[in-house]
């Protein structure tokens, strides 16, 4: 049998930006810079770290995006699982969130884990919410060790 060698380590980004034009939730007032940032932040992978375009998946909530990668809750539960799925140790990951966040009393929630009694959740771009543990159980609990996961949330609630 032929020894297994090691596979060259991944690269992979998931880039959010949700403005909120479309949602029509006075909850959820729209907001002008969040696709901007995401512009910005992924010309900042593919000149200074090298990203290949094929390495990061942007998701934004514009008419020339197709609907697959608009940031819906069902779509961002979908892409957070490709970003994360087949990885091992060495891989990289990359996840950028713009757009609103919010907090739920752990009533709703029916979380007795946090001490403030809050949890705390994204909202996509069809106002559903997305909660913290949830996130944390995609994003975390399923990596394997020694993958690197670097995680920025730029949001107003």
Known sequence: ????????????????????????QDDWPELLLTHRDV????ALLRSRYD???DEITV?????A?????WPTAQNIRRELD????????????VLLFCGHSDQLDTEETKDKTEED???EVIIACDAKRIVDNELKYR??????????????VLSLS
Not at 65 to 69: A, F, I, K, N, T
Not at 82 to 93: H, I, K, P, S, Y
Request: proline fraction near 7%; glycine fraction near 8%; aromatic fraction near 4%.
């Open 139 to 152: 994003l975390v609990t399923s990596l394997h060790a020694g993958v690197n996961l670097t995680v920025r």
């Open 82 to 93: 490709r970003l994360v799925r087949g990885t091992a140790a060495g891989d990289q990951l």
């Open 117 to 119: 009694g809050q949890d």
């Open 39 to 42: 512009d910005r932040f992924r």
């Open 59 to 63: 998701m934004k909530d514009d008419e």
């Open 51 to 53: 990203y290949a375009d």
């Open 1 to 24: 049998m032929p020894p297994i060698t090691p596979r060259k380590p991944q690269r992979r980004a998931l880039l959010i930006g949700i403005c909120y034009k479309h949602t029509h």
């Open 65 to 69: 995006v197709p609907s697959r990668l």
